[in-house]
């Protein structure tokens, strides 16, 4: 017989459980349907802020000037001989009309067209190259354009040999090959997650729905996100991000209420009220948790570029898939198997386990132990000190790629590479007025030369006289001028090369574009919001967690020990991938700085994941001290009853993260290095022994809330939604402790396995 009272959600899924499970398969074959259109109808994003300087600098030079920087270039080698030879340059020059005269490409030049400069002729004079700008956006240049584009232009002849690149070439690889090492890495990490799931449950119909759950997570987020592009464009990777969270949250979400149902049989309950229970105690922490996860996502709606807003959409949307099949399909697939689900063999009392038996001596000695945990974690994070936000090229490609073959010879053999000239556009200035402002830039460091109407600069003097190619506006208002850096300098500061630019005075206005100045207003872009992010979590965070348990100081404790855990990932982050430390063995090459946008992303999803096993274990501490009343004692009963199924989640979550380290792609391999160290680190030391030193260290004060603030989270408890809330089954109770229970379920307060009187705090 079920009980009365805050068990409607719960009784209703075990009475239905059949048609539930039922209707949850055909949902699911349903998004898989509708998520299969959605891959195809994501979108391809560049680095870009819209709306930015270098943004308007595009727009005017494809509007005004029937240009733009070249997005596509094409290296040319001389089979025998120099470029200069009649066969090759008559083979270059063919090569150049005829790229100019393929659909979709707007304007193009080379070596052969432009006077031979020597900034397009290699250093030995056997390579040279062809430019040429494709208006569109990602979408078009990427994906109807080059793929037919570089299957036709690359060609080894008797003459020359031809390769393709350019920036949305790169990022075109760079897409492909990431969506590739997801699927590798998701055909092997499914069957390991489902291998560990096995040894944590003991039973594979557990480990079964565990992973089900994270595949309906996955497939009902893509069905989802069709509703979204019919308003926004969501980035391509937000797919990968969906694999990545769904599975996650299917993971802690399946073992946390699996193994709450598990509890609940062992304290005597039949399948029907256990199933009830669990609804009633896990629902409302599943809830809790995806609110808190969906919230450190949603932040990234702050941003204003596509990219970043996209993980936003795709993080809400996992949530809200994982969430719903935790507290709805799972519980009615637990009903239909029942005890089938229990672990077999003895079930060790939870003062006997490991988690209570080092949460106990970390209290005994919270200033030691806690301090010593902090020192290691402060040494772990102090390589981020030295961060060096940047901007990506090539070599976020392995080797093999062709596009980082190409560019390999590039930086070889060319002192300058013309495609990542900054453009300054001029509209009311005129070619015979740009003289001397050419030459005040060209004298800029890393500046090789200066092209404009006035002729070409280097080192503050014309060195050509025009060249004939036209640098002023088509309506003959307004002139443009082209800054060539070099090689040096653009790997060393290209932001710092742009800043000067714009630094220099011009004697009319002017503005700063280029591919160097687009990557640098996106990062700056991202930079400059990030205080802005970083407060919202923190707000958000605060927020969700005192309505949980309605203190001050347990939000504030999770915030700061989530900013420990946090910096020990960025800590790797930067003495990996920025300095090169194990680039051999992870097959990366390192260019001394860091991408701002996937550190952001990744931050986002770890604190989410973070706030997630807070959440779980809060949940069972505030339980045990609400039965209780002791402080003390209800700390390492709640560690010991949540620990193993974080340090379980933990587990399975760095290895399937560790399974993207072996991706070809630099930013997968940051994604898996860094979030694997973060969750083995928040579930080690931070939840096993900055957690209980702290909460040792505070007592009572650990559920304190000022008098208004008190009174505020009463008003919520009384309000009528709550009520609500604990009609449909999401506001957790201590459930009775029935005759039959397990001694650990039984046993006294955990205070006295402390001291009776507890020892002064070393």
């Known amino acids: 017989m079920l009980p009365p009272g805050g ?9 239905r459980a059949r048609w539930i499970v039922v209707i949850g398969v055909g949902i699911t074959l349903i998004a898989a349907l509708v998520g299969a259109g959605t891959l195809n109808a994501l979108s391809l994003n560049r680095f870009e802020a819209p709306g930015s300087e270098s943004m308007r600098v595009r727009d005017a030079l494809a509007e005004e000037y029937g240009t733009g920087s070249p997005n596509i270039a094409l290296l040319v080698t001389a089979r025998d001989g120099t470029v200069d030879g009649a066969k090759a340059a008559a083979a270059g020059a063919r090569l150049t009309r005829e790229l100019a005269e393929h659909p979709g490409v707007g304007d193009a030049w080379s070596y052969w067209t432009r006077g031979a400069p020597a900034t397009l002729r290699g250093a030995d ?140 049989l062992r304290r005597g309950a039949e399948v029907p009220e256990a199933v009830a229970r669990t609804v009633r105690g896990a629902g409302r922490t599943v809830v809790f ?15 204003p570029f596509p990219f970043l807003s996209s993980f936003a959409y795709a993080g809400v949307a996992v949530v809200l898939a994982a969430v719903s099949g935790a507290t709805v399909l799972l519980p009615a697939a637990l009903a239909l198997l029942g005890r089938r689900v229990e672990r077999r063999g003895p079930v060790r009392p939870e003062t006997a ?23 290691v ?80 600069y280097a080192d503050g003097h014309r060195v050509t006289s ?18 060539m850096p070099s090689s040096t300098r653009l790997e060393a500061d290209a932001t710092g090369l742009v800043r000067d630019v714009r630094a220099v005075p011009a004697p009319f206005a002017v503005e700063v574009g280029g591919y160097p100045a687009e990557l640098t207003d996106y990062r700056d872009g991202v930079t400059d919001r990030l205080p802005l992010v970083a407060g919202l979590i923190v707000v958000v965070t605060f927020v969700v967690l005192f309505l949980m348990t309605g203190s001050v100081v347990a939000p504030l404790k999770a915030s700061v020990l989530n900013v420990l855990s946090l910096s020990v990932m960025f800590g790797a982050l930067v003495f990996v991938f920025q300095d090169g430390h194990l680039s051999g063995l992870l097959g990366f090459t390192p260019t001394g700085v860091i991408e701002p946008s996937i550190p952001i992303l990744m931050f986002c999803i770890a604190h989410g994941l973070s706030m997630d096993y807070e959440v779980f274990l809060l949940s069972r501490i505030k339980e045990e001290y609400d039965r209780t009343g002791d402080p003390i004692g209800s700390v390492p009963r709640g560690i010991a009853r949540s620990a193993p199924l974080v340090t379980a989640a933990a587990a399975i979550l760095a290895v399937s993260f560790a399974g993207y380290a ?76 029935p005759a039959t229970a397990d001694p650990a379920a039984t046993a006294p307060p955990a205070a006295a396995a402390l001291d009776p009187a507890p020892a002064p705090v070393e």
Do not use: C
């Open 662 to 737: 072996t991706g070809d792609v630099v930013f997968l391999k940051q994604l898996g290095v860094g979030m694997a160290l973060a969750v083995i680190v928040d579930a080690t030391l931070i939840r096993g022994v900055l957690v209980p030193a702290f909460m040792r260290l505070a007592g009572r004060g650990n559920w304190w809330a000022p008098g208004p603030l008190r009174r505020l989270h009463r008003l919520h408890r009384l309000h009528r939604l709550h009520r609500l809330h604990r009609r449909i089954g999401l506001t957790e109770r201590p459930a009775p402790t």
């Open 289 to 303: 948790s995806g609110v808190t996860v969906a919230a450190s996502l949603s932040v990234l709606l702050a941003f």
């Open 466 to 483: 025009p060249s004939g190619v036209s640098y002023d506006a088509e309506d003959g208002t307004g002139t443009r001028l082209a800054v």
């Open 353 to 375: 386990g490991f988690w209570f038996t080092t949460a106990t001596r970390v209290m005994r000695r919270p200033l030691l132990l806690g301090g010593a945990a902090l020192a």
């Open 125 to 264: 004079g056997r390579q040279a190259l062809v430019l040429a700008h494709a208006p569109g956006d990602a979408n078009q240049v990427r994906r109807e354009l080059l793929p037919g584009l570089v299957a036709e232009f690359t060609r080894t002849g008797d003459v020359v040999r031809v390769e393709v690149g350019g920036g949305d070439e790169v990022f075109r690889q760079t897409m492909e090959r990431a969506r590739q090492d997801f699927l590798r890495a998701e055909l092997v990490i499914l069957p390991l997650v489902l291998l560990l799931l096995w040894w944590v449950y003991r039973r594979l119909s557990a480990a079964l729905v565990t992973v089900g759950i994270g595949l309906f997570a996955v497939l009902g987020s893509l069905a989802l996100l069709r509703g979204v592009v019919a308003f926004t464009d969501i980035s391509t990777f937000a797919s990968n991000i969906a694999l990545v969270m769904g599975i996650g949250l299917g993971v802690d979400y399946g073992l946390f209420v699996i193994f709450r149902f598990r509890e609940e």
């Open 377 to 456: 974690l402060l040494l772990l994070g102090s390589p981020f000190l030295g961060v060096r936000f940047g901007l990506p090229d090539d070599r976020v490609l392995p080797a093999s790629a062709p596009a980082r073959q190409m560019y390999d010879q590039v930086r070889d053999s060319f002192t300058v590479e013309e495609s990542d000239a900054v453009q300054v556009v001029a509209p009311a200035g005129s070619g015979g007025s740009v003289g001397a402002y050419a030459a005040e830039l060209s004298g800029i460091e890393g500046v090789i030369r200066v092209d404009s109407a006035a002729g070409s």
């Open 7 to 15: 068990f409607v959600l719960g009784t209703f899924i075990a009475r």
